[in-house]
Every structure is written in C-alpha cells, then in structure tokens.
C-alpha cells in the first residue's frame, strides 16, 4: 500500500509538471504571436511612412518644376475691369478663384487668414500701382488632391505665388494629410488700359504683362 502511495505521488508532480510545461508552452506560444504581430504591424506603418514620404518627394519635385516652368513663362497680373476699387474687391476677384481652386480638388478648409501687401514684397516697394495679399490655409487632404491643387495654382491664367507649404501626414491616418501653404495673389489697382496709359508716359511697359519681379 505504501508503495502505491509513493507512486500515487510521483504520478501526481509529473501530471502537475507536464501541465505546468503545457501552459508555460502556450504562454510562450501567445507571447511569441503578439511579438510577431508587433513586428508585422511595424514593418506595415514603416512602409506606409516610406510611401507616403516617396509621395511627398514627389509633390515637391512637382512644384519645382512647375516653378522652373512658370519662370521661363510670363503671366499676367490680374487686372481690374473698374477703375478706383478698394483691396477688398481686389482681394475677393482673386481670393474666390483660389478657393474655388481648392474645393475642386476636394480638399477641406480648416482655417484661413490673410494679410495685405506684406513689406517684404518686391511688388509692395515698386510703389501703390500694385495690390498683394498672402492668403495663409490649412489644409486637409489626400497626396493625390493636394498635388492637384498645386498643379492648378502654377496653371491659373494670372500670377499667383505660393510662398510656403508644409505637409505632415495625420497622426490617426496616415493617408490625410495636414497642410499649411501660404500663397500670395498679385492685382494692378487699376484697369490694364488704365494703367497702360500711366506706364508709357514714364516707360514703355504692357500693361498686364509687366515683368514678374524676381526674389
């Protein structure tokens, strides 16, 4: 009988050591999934930040060479039909086309603010014969729509600059992106003819066509 009982408990430590082992497996085997997860999940977003970075490179290169394009191109400078119109008509004529601009592309406002004839503008020095206005957005969109939108701005009949953009992709979703562009809307203060007839009694100068000056 005590022999059996000897048995009875080696038998119970190997059952209770092989269960241990069963389970310390299966702690290890949950472990090691979520580890491999992890890493998945890891390499997809590294992946993602590299495509969308890729994308972004492209947008730039983009925008260098629709400026290199509209260098060796002139544009005119928009001028009014009316004479004696205040910054504000000025402003709406072209500040409406830019976000008309915007929303064709599909893209969402989320704030804008502007400010008349920056000092640092060479328009500005020449004198009052012209109005400037930046007009500061952020943005939110997809790569695909911003580039666009850059496209249409480099490609709208009468000059506009961008001075600025900066993009970052969404902390939530990597595909939306948060962009702040600063562009800059260029306008004679008065008609082309108007203005033509102020111009060559000082110099020879066409109207809507006047050199762009260079910064």
Known sequence: MDKYKRYYGVTL????????CVFSGLYIKQLYDSYTALKLQEADVANVLETKKSEESKIRQKIIRLRKSIMTTQKKIYSPVEDKLGDDTLFFTLYSDLIDMVHSNSIKIDSIEYKYNPDNDNFVKQGSAYFVCDVNLKLVSNYVNLGKLVQDIYQYP??????DIEVSPYAKDKKILLTTMSVRLYAHTSPEETYE???NSE???NGAQTPIPQE
């Open 13 to 20: 430590f190997l059952l209770v050591l092989i269960a241990a």
């Open 158 to 163: 009468y000059y506009m600059k961008i001075n």
């Open 197 to 199: 007839e102020e111009q």
């Open 203 to 205: 110099a020879p100068v």
